[in-house]
Protein backbone atom coordinates (compact mmCIF):
# COMPACT_ATOMS: atom_id res chain seq x y z
CA UNK A 1 0.00 0.00 0.00
CA UNK A 2 1.28 3.30 -1.07
CA UNK A 3 1.87 5.51 1.48
CA UNK A 4 0.59 9.74 1.95
CA UNK A 5 4.01 10.92 1.80
CA UNK A 6 5.21 8.71 -0.77
CA UNK A 7 1.92 9.46 -3.01
CA UNK A 8 3.32 13.14 -2.76
CA UNK A 9 7.22 12.53 -3.24
CA UNK A 10 6.06 11.10 -6.55
CA UNK A 11 3.66 13.94 -7.32
CA UNK A 12 6.68 16.29 -6.40
CA UNK A 13 8.52 14.65 -8.39
CA UNK A 14 6.26 14.78 -11.73
CA UNK A 15 5.94 18.32 -11.54
CA UNK A 16 9.58 18.90 -10.88
CA UNK A 17 10.29 17.49 -14.11
CA UNK A 18 7.71 18.43 -16.14
CA UNK A 19 9.17 22.25 -14.92
CA UNK A 20 12.89 21.46 -15.71
CA UNK A 21 12.46 21.28 -19.69
CA UNK A 22 14.38 18.89 -21.49
CA UNK A 23 17.66 18.64 -19.50
CA UNK A 24 19.81 18.10 -21.97
CA UNK A 25 19.35 21.65 -23.92
CA UNK A 26 22.56 23.04 -24.59
CA UNK A 27 21.69 27.43 -23.71
CA UNK A 28 24.19 29.93 -23.73
CA UNK A 29 26.26 30.26 -20.31
CA UNK A 30 25.25 33.44 -18.25
CA UNK A 31 28.22 35.15 -16.64
CA UNK A 32 29.17 33.31 -13.14
CA UNK A 33 27.39 33.69 -9.75
CA UNK A 34 29.77 32.46 -7.37
CA UNK A 35 28.43 30.23 -4.97
CA UNK A 36 27.93 31.93 -1.08
CA UNK A 37 31.46 30.83 0.29
CA UNK A 38 33.94 32.54 1.83
CA UNK A 39 37.08 30.47 0.18
CA UNK A 40 40.32 31.87 -1.27
CA UNK A 41 40.47 31.79 -5.04
CA UNK A 42 43.03 28.11 -5.28
CA UNK A 43 40.21 26.36 -3.15
CA UNK A 44 36.49 27.68 -4.42
CA UNK A 45 34.39 25.46 -6.19
CA UNK A 46 33.78 26.77 -9.67
CA UNK A 47 30.88 28.83 -9.30
CA UNK A 48 27.47 28.10 -10.71
CA UNK A 49 25.89 30.03 -13.55
CA UNK A 50 22.93 31.92 -12.38
CA UNK A 51 19.74 32.99 -14.43
CA UNK A 52 20.45 36.40 -15.60
CA UNK A 53 23.92 37.83 -16.13
CA UNK A 54 25.73 39.73 -13.58
CA UNK A 55 28.52 42.40 -14.71
CA UNK A 56 31.74 41.98 -13.57
CA UNK A 57 32.88 45.98 -13.80
CA UNK A 58 30.17 47.15 -11.46
CA UNK A 59 30.86 48.99 -8.31
CA UNK A 60 27.24 47.44 -6.91
CA UNK A 61 26.22 43.75 -6.95
CA UNK A 62 22.56 42.43 -6.70
CA UNK A 63 22.03 38.70 -7.04
CA UNK A 64 19.63 36.03 -5.07
CA UNK A 65 18.72 32.45 -4.76
CA UNK A 66 15.57 30.15 -3.69
CA UNK A 67 16.19 27.23 -1.95
CA UNK A 68 12.48 24.60 -1.90
CA UNK A 69 13.53 20.81 -0.07
CA UNK A 70 10.88 18.71 0.49
CA UNK A 71 11.91 15.64 3.21
CA UNK A 72 9.93 12.98 4.23
CA UNK A 73 10.45 9.82 5.90
CA UNK A 74 8.12 6.62 6.79
CA UNK A 75 7.43 5.43 10.26
CA UNK A 76 10.51 3.72 12.29
CA UNK A 77 10.78 1.19 14.89
CA UNK A 78 10.59 3.11 18.39
CA UNK A 79 9.29 1.63 21.12
CA UNK A 80 9.50 5.14 23.34
CA UNK A 81 9.52 8.90 23.19
CA UNK A 82 9.93 11.74 24.34
CA UNK A 83 9.25 15.47 24.52
CA UNK A 84 12.77 16.26 21.99
CA UNK A 85 12.34 13.11 19.99
CA UNK A 86 12.55 12.46 16.03
CA UNK A 87 8.82 11.71 15.61
CA UNK A 88 8.47 8.11 14.55
CA UNK A 89 5.32 8.22 12.79
CA UNK A 90 5.57 8.89 9.13
CA UNK A 91 5.54 12.50 8.15
CA UNK A 92 6.67 14.88 5.39
CA UNK A 93 7.83 18.83 5.38
CA UNK A 94 8.86 21.79 3.27
CA UNK A 95 11.30 24.50 3.88
CA UNK A 96 11.75 27.45 1.59
CA UNK A 97 14.39 29.87 2.02
CA UNK A 98 15.26 33.03 -0.37
CA UNK A 99 18.29 35.30 -0.01
CA UNK A 100 18.92 38.83 -1.58
CA UNK A 101 22.46 39.25 -1.90
CA UNK A 102 23.40 43.35 -1.91
CA UNK A 103 26.75 44.97 -2.48
CA UNK A 104 28.70 48.04 -3.35
CA UNK A 105 32.03 49.18 -3.58
CA UNK A 106 33.07 51.83 -1.91
CA UNK A 107 36.80 52.24 -3.10
CA UNK A 108 38.21 50.10 -5.51
CA UNK A 109 42.23 49.90 -5.62
CA UNK A 110 44.21 46.56 -5.35
CA UNK A 111 45.98 48.08 -2.13
CA UNK A 112 43.63 49.29 -0.28
CA UNK A 113 39.54 47.88 -1.56
CA UNK A 114 36.58 48.60 0.85
CA UNK A 115 33.37 47.41 0.30
CA UNK A 116 30.38 46.80 2.34
CA UNK A 117 27.70 43.85 2.22
CA UNK A 118 24.03 43.37 2.64
CA UNK A 119 21.87 40.38 2.36
CA UNK A 120 17.54 40.17 3.09
CA UNK A 121 16.57 36.62 4.05
CA UNK A 122 13.38 34.82 4.69
CA UNK A 123 13.03 31.08 6.05
CA UNK A 124 9.71 29.54 6.23
CA UNK A 125 8.05 26.22 6.08
CA UNK A 126 9.27 23.54 8.65
CA UNK A 127 11.84 20.49 9.08
CA UNK A 128 10.85 17.23 9.84
CA UNK A 129 10.34 16.85 13.66
CA UNK A 130 9.99 20.36 14.23
CA UNK A 131 14.23 19.71 13.87
CA UNK A 132 14.18 18.02 17.19
CA UNK A 133 15.53 14.31 17.64
CA UNK A 134 18.69 14.17 15.58
CA UNK A 135 22.00 15.81 16.58
CA UNK A 136 22.78 15.45 12.46
CA UNK A 137 19.60 16.96 11.63
CA UNK A 138 18.96 16.43 7.53
CA UNK A 139 17.96 20.03 6.35
CA UNK A 140 20.31 22.91 6.83
CA UNK A 141 17.76 25.49 5.92
CA UNK A 142 15.40 25.08 8.78
CA UNK A 143 15.24 27.46 11.51
CA UNK A 144 15.29 25.58 14.89
CA UNK A 145 12.45 28.09 16.39
CA UNK A 146 9.02 27.62 14.37
CA UNK A 147 7.66 30.49 16.15
CA UNK A 148 10.17 32.43 14.43
CA UNK A 149 7.77 32.49 10.89
CA UNK A 150 8.80 33.61 7.05
CA UNK A 151 9.02 37.36 7.76
CA UNK A 152 12.30 38.38 6.00
CA UNK A 153 14.89 39.60 8.13
CA UNK A 154 18.27 41.09 7.98
CA UNK A 155 21.08 38.04 7.39
CA UNK A 156 24.24 39.69 6.65
CA UNK A 157 25.53 43.44 7.10
CA UNK A 158 28.87 44.06 7.14
CA UNK A 159 31.99 46.02 6.22
CA UNK A 160 34.84 44.32 4.05
CA UNK A 161 38.27 45.84 4.13
CA UNK A 162 41.29 44.50 2.06
CA UNK A 163 45.10 45.62 2.03
CA UNK A 164 47.22 44.56 -0.71
CA UNK A 165 50.81 43.72 0.70
CA UNK A 166 52.47 43.18 -3.08
CA UNK A 167 51.84 44.22 -6.79
CA UNK A 168 51.14 40.79 -8.16
CA UNK A 169 47.22 39.55 -8.32
CA UNK A 170 45.53 36.93 -8.59
CA UNK A 171 41.67 36.16 -10.12
CA UNK A 172 39.00 36.18 -7.46
CA UNK A 173 35.44 34.90 -7.69
CA UNK A 174 33.04 38.22 -7.77
CA UNK A 175 30.40 37.01 -5.16
CA UNK A 176 28.09 38.09 -2.22
CA UNK A 177 30.73 38.43 0.27
CA UNK A 178 33.80 39.79 -1.82
CA UNK A 179 33.01 42.09 -5.31
CA UNK A 180 36.57 42.54 -6.07
CA UNK A 181 37.61 39.97 -9.30
CA UNK A 182 41.35 39.97 -8.53
CA UNK A 183 43.00 40.19 -5.58
CA UNK A 184 46.47 40.42 -4.41
CA UNK A 185 48.42 37.14 -3.75
CA UNK A 186 49.37 39.03 -0.25
CA UNK A 187 46.38 40.44 1.75
CA UNK A 188 45.17 41.19 4.85
CA UNK A 189 41.36 41.24 5.01
CA UNK A 190 39.00 42.61 7.25
CA UNK A 191 35.21 42.16 8.14
CA UNK A 192 33.27 43.44 10.61
CA UNK A 193 29.40 43.48 11.44
CA UNK A 194 26.38 40.91 10.95
CA UNK A 195 27.41 37.21 9.15
CA UNK A 196 27.50 33.63 10.02
CA UNK A 197 31.04 32.22 10.80
CA UNK A 198 30.85 29.20 9.12
CA UNK A 199 30.75 31.58 5.25
CA UNK A 200 34.50 31.74 6.69
CA UNK A 201 35.48 29.10 8.80
CA UNK A 202 35.32 25.47 8.02
CA UNK A 203 35.03 25.51 4.55
CA UNK A 204 34.85 22.70 2.30
CA UNK A 205 34.13 23.10 -1.60
CA UNK A 206 32.99 19.34 -1.51
CA UNK A 207 30.84 19.16 1.47
CA UNK A 208 29.32 23.06 2.96
CA UNK A 209 26.96 24.59 0.38
CA UNK A 210 23.42 22.74 0.95
CA UNK A 211 21.92 24.42 -1.45
CA UNK A 212 23.91 22.28 -4.34
CA UNK A 213 25.36 19.25 -2.16
CA UNK A 214 25.13 17.38 1.00
CA UNK A 215 21.96 18.81 3.42
CA UNK A 216 22.76 17.29 6.52
CA UNK A 217 24.11 19.86 9.30
CA UNK A 218 26.73 17.73 10.63
CA UNK A 219 28.10 17.48 7.09
CA UNK A 220 27.91 20.30 5.67
CA UNK A 221 29.70 22.00 9.18
CA UNK A 222 31.82 20.27 11.61
CA UNK A 223 28.90 18.93 14.27
CA UNK A 224 31.71 19.49 17.06
CA UNK A 225 32.56 23.25 16.60
CA UNK A 226 29.76 25.01 18.73
CA UNK A 227 29.81 27.63 16.76
CA UNK A 228 28.38 31.55 17.84
CA UNK A 229 24.54 31.91 16.35
CA UNK A 230 21.56 32.61 17.63
CA UNK A 231 19.15 30.29 16.15
CA UNK A 232 18.81 31.26 12.61
CA UNK A 233 22.63 30.78 12.56
CA UNK A 234 23.96 34.39 12.66
CA UNK A 235 26.27 36.27 14.84
CA UNK A 236 27.81 39.92 14.83
CA UNK A 237 31.33 39.54 14.66
CA UNK A 238 34.88 40.59 13.73
CA UNK A 239 37.35 38.74 11.51
CA UNK A 240 41.00 39.71 10.09
CA UNK A 241 42.40 36.95 7.71
CA UNK A 242 45.70 36.84 6.36
CA UNK A 243 46.13 35.50 2.44
CA UNK A 244 49.58 34.40 1.35
CA UNK A 245 50.20 32.12 -1.49
CA UNK A 246 49.93 29.21 -0.17
CA UNK A 247 48.47 29.23 3.34
CA UNK A 248 45.92 31.24 5.20
CA UNK A 249 45.34 32.50 9.08
CA UNK A 250 42.05 33.65 10.07
CA UNK A 251 40.64 34.85 13.46
CA UNK A 252 37.31 35.97 14.55
CA UNK A 253 35.55 37.43 17.43
CA UNK A 254 31.53 37.16 17.78
CA UNK A 255 28.95 37.85 20.67
CA UNK A 256 27.24 34.50 22.14
CA UNK A 257 23.22 33.86 22.32
CA UNK A 258 21.79 34.55 25.98
CA UNK A 259 20.18 31.11 26.12
CA UNK A 260 20.90 27.65 24.26
CA UNK A 261 19.60 28.04 20.65
CA UNK A 262 18.51 31.53 21.58
CA UNK A 263 17.48 34.53 19.09
CA UNK A 264 19.29 37.47 21.13
CA UNK A 265 22.81 38.31 22.14
CA UNK A 266 24.26 38.32 25.24
CA UNK A 267 26.37 42.51 24.61
CA UNK A 268 28.76 41.96 27.96
CA UNK A 269 31.67 41.09 26.17
CA UNK A 270 33.09 40.10 29.43
CA UNK A 271 30.88 37.14 30.05
CA UNK A 272 30.21 36.34 26.92
CA UNK A 273 32.02 36.04 23.84
CA UNK A 274 33.23 33.38 20.68
CA UNK A 275 37.05 33.32 19.94
CA UNK A 276 37.95 31.64 16.23
CA UNK A 277 41.08 30.13 14.60
CA UNK A 278 41.65 28.63 11.57
CA UNK A 279 44.99 27.46 9.87
CA UNK A 280 44.65 26.86 5.84
CA UNK A 281 47.17 25.15 3.83
CA UNK A 282 46.92 25.14 -0.15
CA UNK A 283 48.70 21.93 -1.85
CA UNK A 284 48.58 18.35 -3.32
CA UNK A 285 47.85 15.83 -0.37
CA UNK A 286 48.57 13.02 -2.02
CA UNK A 287 51.97 12.02 -3.27
CA UNK A 288 52.09 11.23 -6.99
CA UNK A 289 49.06 13.49 -8.10
CA UNK A 290 49.75 15.66 -10.59
CA UNK A 291 50.46 19.77 -9.10
CA UNK A 292 46.94 21.26 -10.64
CA UNK A 293 45.04 18.61 -8.31
CA UNK A 294 44.30 20.61 -5.84
CA UNK A 295 44.16 19.95 -2.02
CA UNK A 296 43.74 21.74 1.56
CA UNK A 297 43.70 21.17 4.77
CA UNK A 298 42.43 23.49 7.73
CA UNK A 299 42.61 23.23 11.79
CA UNK A 300 39.85 24.77 13.47
CA UNK A 301 40.16 26.09 16.89
CA UNK A 302 37.54 27.61 19.24
CA UNK A 303 36.64 28.70 22.75
CA UNK A 304 33.36 30.12 23.69
CA UNK A 305 32.56 31.85 26.84
CA UNK A 306 28.84 31.70 28.08
CA UNK A 307 26.11 31.63 30.59
CA UNK A 308 26.24 27.59 30.27
CA UNK A 309 26.17 24.44 32.65
CA UNK A 310 27.70 21.46 33.37
CA UNK A 311 25.95 18.40 32.60
CA UNK A 312 27.31 16.32 35.87
CA UNK A 313 26.11 19.30 37.87
CA UNK A 314 22.63 18.21 36.56
CA UNK A 315 22.62 15.10 36.60
CA UNK A 316 24.18 15.17 40.27
CA UNK A 317 21.13 17.96 41.58
CA UNK A 318 18.87 15.43 39.73
CA UNK A 319 20.35 12.33 41.29
CA UNK A 320 20.08 14.24 44.93
CA UNK A 321 16.36 14.82 44.68
CA UNK A 322 17.36 18.36 44.34
CA UNK A 323 15.74 18.98 41.22
CA UNK A 324 12.60 16.83 39.88
CA UNK A 325 14.70 15.94 36.17
CA UNK A 326 17.76 16.92 35.45
CA UNK A 327 17.76 20.55 34.31
CA UNK A 328 20.73 21.81 32.73
CA UNK A 329 19.29 25.41 32.52
CA UNK A 330 19.30 25.83 36.39
CA UNK A 331 23.06 25.22 37.09
CA UNK A 332 24.38 27.72 34.40
CA UNK A 333 26.81 29.95 34.93
CA UNK A 334 28.33 32.83 33.46
CA UNK A 335 32.09 32.52 32.95
CA UNK A 336 31.51 28.83 31.82
CA UNK A 337 34.14 27.97 29.14
CA UNK A 338 33.25 25.34 26.04
CA UNK A 339 36.28 24.65 23.58
CA UNK A 340 37.17 22.37 20.64
CA UNK A 341 38.94 21.72 17.79
CA UNK A 342 38.54 20.50 14.27
CA UNK A 343 40.29 19.28 10.77
CA UNK A 344 39.25 19.74 7.71
CA UNK A 345 40.50 18.33 4.40
CA UNK A 346 39.91 18.18 0.43
CA UNK A 347 41.63 17.01 -2.36
CA UNK A 348 40.72 16.65 -6.10
CA UNK A 349 41.34 13.08 -7.47
CA UNK A 350 41.57 11.71 -10.90
CA UNK A 351 38.47 10.86 -13.27
CA UNK A 352 36.43 14.21 -11.69
CA UNK A 353 36.33 12.83 -8.40
CA UNK A 354 36.54 14.90 -5.20
CA UNK A 355 37.65 13.46 -1.75
CA UNK A 356 36.78 15.42 1.68
CA UNK A 357 37.09 14.67 5.52
CA UNK A 358 36.01 16.36 8.87
CA UNK A 359 37.15 15.33 12.46
CA UNK A 360 36.13 17.41 15.02
CA UNK A 361 35.64 17.27 19.14
CA UNK A 362 34.98 19.27 21.88
CA UNK A 363 34.93 19.20 25.86
CA UNK A 364 31.44 17.99 26.07
CA UNK A 365 31.45 18.59 29.59
CA UNK A 366 29.53 22.11 29.18
CA UNK A 367 26.32 22.12 27.39
CA UNK A 368 25.86 22.24 24.11
CA UNK A 369 24.98 25.89 23.13
CA UNK A 370 24.67 27.06 19.84
CA UNK A 371 25.05 24.69 17.09
CA UNK A 372 23.97 21.38 17.66
CA UNK A 373 24.51 18.03 20.27
CA UNK A 374 27.81 16.94 18.89
CA UNK A 375 30.95 16.04 21.41
CA UNK A 376 32.61 14.56 18.65
CA UNK A 377 32.75 13.55 14.81
CA UNK A 378 33.94 11.92 12.24
CA UNK A 379 33.05 12.43 8.66
CA UNK A 380 34.09 11.23 5.02
CA UNK A 381 33.27 11.66 1.79
CA UNK A 382 33.44 12.75 -1.84
CA UNK A 383 31.82 13.65 -4.93
CA UNK A 384 31.99 12.71 -8.81
CA UNK A 385 30.85 15.14 -11.74
CA UNK A 386 29.01 14.21 -14.17
CA UNK A 387 31.31 14.41 -17.72
CA UNK A 388 31.18 10.93 -17.96
CA UNK A 389 27.74 11.13 -18.90
CA UNK A 390 27.70 14.39 -20.52
CA UNK A 391 26.66 16.36 -17.69
CA UNK A 392 29.81 17.90 -16.53
CA UNK A 393 27.26 20.47 -14.61
CA UNK A 394 25.87 17.71 -12.84
CA UNK A 395 27.08 15.83 -9.35
CA UNK A 396 26.74 12.78 -7.65
CA UNK A 397 27.99 12.93 -3.76
CA UNK A 398 27.89 10.30 -1.14
CA UNK A 399 29.34 10.73 2.33
CA UNK A 400 29.44 9.15 5.83
CA UNK A 401 29.01 10.92 9.32
CA UNK A 402 29.69 9.35 12.78
CA UNK A 403 28.89 11.64 15.51
CA UNK A 404 29.23 11.28 19.50
CA UNK A 405 28.82 12.57 22.93
CA UNK A 406 30.36 12.23 26.15
CA UNK A 407 29.61 10.56 28.62
CA UNK A 408 28.58 13.27 31.55
CA UNK A 409 25.82 14.58 28.09
CA UNK A 410 24.85 10.29 27.89
CA UNK A 411 23.96 10.38 31.32
CA UNK A 412 21.90 13.79 31.26
CA UNK A 413 19.67 12.03 28.36
CA UNK A 414 19.36 8.61 30.21
CA UNK A 415 18.16 10.33 33.32
CA UNK A 416 15.05 12.00 30.90
CA UNK A 417 17.37 15.28 30.49
CA UNK A 418 16.58 17.72 27.61
CA UNK A 419 19.15 19.24 25.56
CA UNK A 420 17.87 22.05 23.43
CA UNK A 421 17.98 19.27 20.25
CA UNK A 422 17.52 15.87 21.92
CA UNK A 423 15.60 14.11 24.66
CA UNK A 424 13.75 11.01 24.03
CA UNK A 425 13.16 10.45 27.99
CA UNK A 426 15.83 7.57 28.58
CA UNK A 427 18.35 6.84 26.31
CA UNK A 428 20.54 3.35 25.15
CA UNK A 429 23.42 5.13 23.90
CA UNK A 430 24.86 4.52 20.65
CA UNK A 431 26.32 6.66 18.15
CA UNK A 432 24.44 8.55 15.30
CA UNK A 433 25.93 7.68 12.39
CA UNK A 434 24.29 8.75 9.24
CA UNK A 435 25.33 7.97 5.13
CA UNK A 436 23.64 10.73 2.84
CA UNK A 437 23.71 10.40 -0.80
CA UNK A 438 22.89 12.83 -3.71
CA UNK A 439 22.65 13.20 -7.22
CA UNK A 440 22.13 17.56 -8.08
CA UNK A 441 21.08 18.25 -11.51
CA UNK A 442 21.53 21.60 -13.59
CA UNK A 443 18.40 21.66 -15.57
CA UNK A 444 18.64 25.17 -17.21
CA UNK A 445 21.11 27.81 -16.38
CA UNK A 446 20.78 28.63 -12.52
CA UNK A 447 17.90 26.17 -11.90
CA UNK A 448 19.03 23.06 -9.84
CA UNK A 449 17.12 19.62 -8.87
CA UNK A 450 18.29 17.61 -6.41
CA UNK A 451 17.40 13.83 -5.14
CA UNK A 452 18.51 13.00 -1.61
CA UNK A 453 18.64 10.51 0.73
CA UNK A 454 19.61 9.93 4.16
CA UNK A 455 20.15 6.71 6.22
CA UNK A 456 20.25 7.36 10.14
CA UNK A 457 20.66 4.71 12.73
CA UNK A 458 21.08 5.58 16.03
CA UNK A 459 19.05 9.08 15.64
CA UNK A 460 19.49 10.83 18.75
CA UNK A 461 21.94 8.37 19.46
CA UNK A 462 19.67 6.02 21.25
CA UNK A 463 20.09 2.52 20.11
CA UNK A 464 16.28 1.74 20.81
CA UNK A 465 15.23 3.78 17.87
CA UNK A 466 15.56 3.57 14.09
CA UNK A 467 16.55 3.07 11.58
CA UNK A 468 15.21 5.58 9.82
CA UNK A 469 15.73 6.90 5.93
CA UNK A 470 14.43 10.18 4.96
CA UNK A 471 14.15 11.32 1.39
CA UNK A 472 14.62 14.52 -0.18
CA UNK A 473 13.43 16.70 -3.20
CA UNK A 474 15.15 19.85 -3.40
CA UNK A 475 14.91 22.76 -5.85
CA UNK A 476 17.64 25.65 -6.24
CA UNK A 477 17.88 28.70 -8.18
CA UNK A 478 20.47 31.36 -8.92
CA UNK A 479 19.58 34.52 -10.22
Known amino acids: MIKKPQILSLCLTAILCWYSGPLSAQLAEAPSNPQISGQTPESADPAPPAMFP ?9 AGQANIIFQAHAPFHSPYDGPNSMLSRGEYKTSLVGTLFLGAELRRNPRSHTEVIYDEESAGGRGISEALGLAGFTNLDVVRNPTLGSVPYMARV ?41 DFFDLNSVGS ?44 AATMPTVANG ?65 ITKHETFGAVKYGFGLNAEQELPANLRGFLRVGWNEGQHESFA ?13 LAGKRWSRPDDKLGLAFVSNAIKRDHQAYLALGGLGFLLGDGRLNYARE ?21 QCIHHPGYNRDRGPVLVEALRMHVDF
Open 54 to 62: HSERSHFFA
Open 158 to 198: QVHQTFGFTDEMTEAERGPFSLATSVPIRRLELRAGKMSLP
Open 209 to 252: DSHLQFLNWTIDNNGAWDYAADTRGYTWAAIAEYDDRRWSFRYG
Open 263 to 327: IDFDWSWRRANAQNMEFEWRGSLLPGLAPERKGTVRVLGYVNHAHMGLYREANKAFLAHIDSRPD
Open 371 to 383: YTEVDQTVELGGD
Open 433 to 453: DTLEGYYNVRAWRGLYYALDG
